[in-house]
């Protein structure tokens, strides 16, 4: 037996998007280029443009088989084994065959047929792949009963992704050039809803970007290249403010974007002494800014230890990923410490860290200094390593010549000034006294006893003392001045963020809590109002949040009767001033939202009296035009001077059943306006079955204007009859007046996979259609938007619907029917089967 054939398959996301299209011009390429192609099984479904395609190629005649009194043709797997061409086209790669075929499924007739080395080049929809069968069921809510193995589309040597975006799929729906007219409708209403094919498309490129990893799997295998690709990453990106920052960014948004769906953190750790690193704000507000631009989110967190605090934000927001710049401090200056980058990569576990370089490597910045009040624990050491050993060391250089008692004071002395420098005030006491005794004991006569002879000897030693405890303590003045002047510039940085970042909108307190969260490195927050003898939750963030102040470790007052309570851990107190002023901002974010809902509610007066205003102009004219033709008809009948025969009778009869007809519908709207306007609809919600509440609804509506077409077994829905009878009245008799061919009701049920249950009425007419821009506009009261002569109604039809709906929990939105015309969608929710309160 020769060498095997290969597959090659057009992978699709829908039917229509054009693989059988695809694989017939692959077809002619190589016959041209002198291959030697045959079509085995494929099928046109009728479409002009692809039957055009296949002709010219040669066709393999196909097998015929009886089954229960019908002729089915299905591939002749013998006949193209028998003519032995290079190429073979056989279509639909999940199909079924009829019972008494040769294999059971189309599949396995092309396995035969690669097994005599002849290359096949088939198709298949991404519904039809066995692994997402139950996934396009619940999005689609159609069970795909033809399936082929992953396995099989999977060993194929080639996979072409056939794309088409849902919008141009359904244009060409659209246009006739997927199924006949009379399916166009239907199909798009359900099937090929956009949401659907927008999920299939998704499911197509997710299924293909996974074989194009096993091709890369393959390909690491066979190089020797172990370490796995990751698919989906959070990535953390820390800044410092320094000029790097935007190249750790970039490079972070470029991992974040071929993870795919990656999420982009960046994070600013600020220490509590200050965090000298060199940074500036304005950079920091810059990169911010850039940040958000690339779709990410920025935080910022206070910590003693910046490593650490890298790594708990970091391990919080579940990163998989840490991305840092390589340190800008020079040579000299790591023997304080590795830095934050080293330290970051040895403490970071599951994260996997990035030390990314940059141009301003080495290029100087402050030494890492690690947390200590006021020096660095280091510092701290190194003082008092020279305060024990550095006077020794002195006073045995000092004893070799005979430089005089003044020289060796000021030489001990400028020692001590070096301690302080270094370790602060105690380690430069402790030089001071060990100077002192030795300085005494070596170089003060009479020498080795600790007597002084000479007054002046005793000044200059005290002199001596009081020097060096002065410079030591001021150099510790200086470290702690230094240090709270720090931390006063990072508070002032966290809450100018804090000012620009949080008060947006309604979800403006949540932001400011969980800000809280972050900056004071506690489990959760929770901002508590006094109600009664209680205390009620105003807004939480993190895992069981206190709920009262006793419950809380750390409390701080947000006016006279809110308090910001915090869980987790106690704060130092130099916190507090920065909680109390997160707590100021807190009652002050409270305060706005209040303010907003009073503004809404005065919105909603104006909205009122602009109703109000507009219901006295429709009273002037609109209602008066029916009046007046039903006082003319009425005037006429009762006139005695004139004599009317049955047949002009019989038309003043129907002018004043025609005119108060208009008119009951027009008080009818008018007052259901009224009703929503001043929220006194209280809709009587009861399980309803659609195909009940039509006839009535359509009973005002001229026999043959009106098609309707609900399936039996439709679920119900939960509304209130009258409601909805009033809506879908209003809306029929709308299509009705602006189409000129019957207008059709359609309902169906939404598939498990979208809003389970949940169904859908169209009200499809062939009318004009509306503009986009105008559609949010037809549902505003006293809208006629052009299309209606003054007199023919108030424009409160569609408002009144909508209003209906949305007061059963449903919603009315209007779509462009395809073809031309206008589609009114309401969605329904479903009835509680289980019972109903």
């Not at 997927?178 to 798009?188: N, R």
């Not at 208009?662 to 007052?671: E, H, P, S, T, V």
């Not at 079955?689 to 005002?700: D, H, K, M, S």
């Amino acid at each position: 037996m020769g060498a095997r054939g290969t597959l090659r398959v057009y992978l699709g996301a829908a039917p229509g998007v054009g693989k059988t299209y695809a694989m017939l011009a692959e077809a002619r390429r190589r016959c041209e280029r002198g291959t030697d192609v045959v079509a085995g099984f494929v099928e046109t479904h009728g479409r002009a443009r692809t039957a055009e395609l296949l002709d010219g190629l040669e066709v393999v005649p196909r097998r015929t088989l009886e089954y229960r009194d019908a002729a089915f043709t299905e591939l002749d797997v013998a006949a193209v084994i028998a003519r032995r061409p290079m190429v073979a086209l056989v279509d639909e790669l999940a199909h079924t065959n009829v019972p008494g075929s040769r294999h059971e499924k189309r599949w396995q007739d092309i396995e035969e047929i690669l097994d005599a080395g002849i290359d096949v080049i088939s198709t298949v929809n991404v519904q039809h792949l066995e692994s997402l069968n139950d996934v396009v069921e619940r999005i689609t809510g159609v069970a795909q009963r033809e399936t082929v193995p992953d396995a099989v589309v999977r060993r194929a040597e080639q996979i072409e992704l056939v794309d088409m975006t849902p919008e141009a799929l359904r244009r060409r729906m659209a246009h006739g050039n997927v199924y006949a007219p009379e399916k166009v409708d239907a199909a798009l209403a359900n099937y090929f809803r956009v949401g659907n094919l927008t999920a299939l498309r998704e499911l197509a490129l997710i299924w293909l970007a996974d074989r194009v990893d096993e091709g890369l799997a393959r390909y690491r295998d066979q190089h020797g290249i172990t370490r796995p690709w990751e698919a989906r990453e959070r990535i953390v990106v820390a800044l410092t403010g320094g000029p790097e920052g935007e190249t750790l960014i970039r490079r972070a948004a470029r991992i974040a974007a071929r993870a795919g769906h990656a999420d982009l953190l960046a994070v600013h750790a600020t220490r509590s002494d200050g965090l000298a690193d060199g940074g500036s704000g304005r950079a920091l507000a810059r990169q911010r800014a850039l940040v958000e631009d690339l779709g990410g989110t920025y935080h910022q967190v206070v910590g003693d230890d910046v490593p650490s605090a890298l790594l708990e934000f970091a391990r919080g927001v579940n990163a998989t990923q840490v991305v840092l710049g390589s340190s800008r401090r020079r040579g000299w200056q790591f023997v304080f410490g590795p830095g934050v980058g080293a330290t970051v990569a040895r403490e970071s576990g599951d994260i996997d860290v990035h030390l990314v370089t940059h141009e301003h490597v080495g290029k100087g910045r402050g030494p890492v200094r690690e947390a200590g009040s006021p020096l660095s624990v280091r510092r701290r050491v190194y003082g008092w390593l020279l305060a024990l050993v550095g006077p020794l060391v002195l006073a045995a250089v000092l004893g070799l010549p005979d430089l005089g008692l003044n020289t060796d004071l000021l030489l001990f002395l400028a020692w001590t000034v070096v301690v302080a420098l270094v370790g602060g005030r105690w380690p430069a006491m402790a030089a001071a006294v060990a100077g002192f005794l030795l300085l005494n004991w070596y170089f003060t006569p009479p020498v080795h006893t600790l007597t002084i002879a000479e007054p002046e000897n005793a000044l200059a030693l005290a002199v001596f003392v009081a020097v060096a405890v002065a410079v030591s303590s001021v150099v510790d003045l200086a470290a702690r001045r230094t240090r709270e002047a720090a931390r006063s510039a990072a508070e002032a940085q966290t809450l100018s963020l804090l000012a620009t970042s949080v008060l947006r909108g309604e979800k403006a307190l949540p932001a400011l809590l969980e800000r809280v969260r972050e900056t004071f490195g506690v489990r959760s927050v929770s901002l508590l109002e006094r109600s009664g003898d209680g205390w009620t939750v105003v807004g939480s963030t993190g895992p069981e949040p206190p709920g009262s102040p006793d419950g809380a470790e750390v409390e701080a007052g947000a006016g006279e009767d809110r308090v910001l309570a915090l869980c987790g851990r106690v704060l130092p107190a130099a916190d507090r001033r920065v909680l109390s002023a997160f707590a100021s901002q807190a009652e002050a974010v409270l305060e706005w939202r209040r303010m907003a809902e009073e503004a809404a509610r005065a919105r909603r007066l104006e909205e009122g009296n602009k109703i109000r205003t507009a219901l006295l102009a429709a009273v002037s004219h609109d209602l008066r035009t029916p009046l007046a033709s039903i006082k003319a008809s009425v005037s006429g009948l009762r006139a005695t001077d004139v004599d009317f025969d049955p047949e002009d009778e019989a038309e003043l009869l129907a002018s004043i059943e025609e005119s108060a007809d208009r008119l009951d519908g027009l008080i009818g709207n008018l007052l259901d306006m009224s009703r929503l306007q001043t929220g006194v609809v209280t809709p009587l919600l009861r399980p309803v079955p659609v195909e009940e509440v039509l006839p009535p609804a359509l009973a005002g509506v001229p026999d043959g204007r009106v098609r309707v077409e609900v399936p039996e077994g439709l679920a119900e829905v939960l509304a209130d009859v009258g409601l909805l009878e009033r809506a879908l009245a209003n809306v029929v008799e709308n299509a009705v007046r602006h189409s000129g061919e019957p207008v059709l009701v359609t309902a169906s049920e939404l598939p498990p996979g979208q809003e389970p249950g949940r169904v859908e009425v169209r009200v499809v007419d062939r009318g004009p259609g509306v503009p986009d821009n105008v559609k949010d506009r037809m549902f505003a009261p006293f809208q006629r938007l052009g299309d209606a002569p003054r007199g023919d109604g108030v424009g409160l039809g569609l408002a009144v619907a909508r209003g209906f709906t949305e007061a059963m929990g449903g919603t009315l939105h209007p779509e462009d029917t395809p073809g031309g015309g206008l589609t009114m969608v309401f969605g329904l929710p479903p009835a509680d089967r289980e019972g109903h309160r």
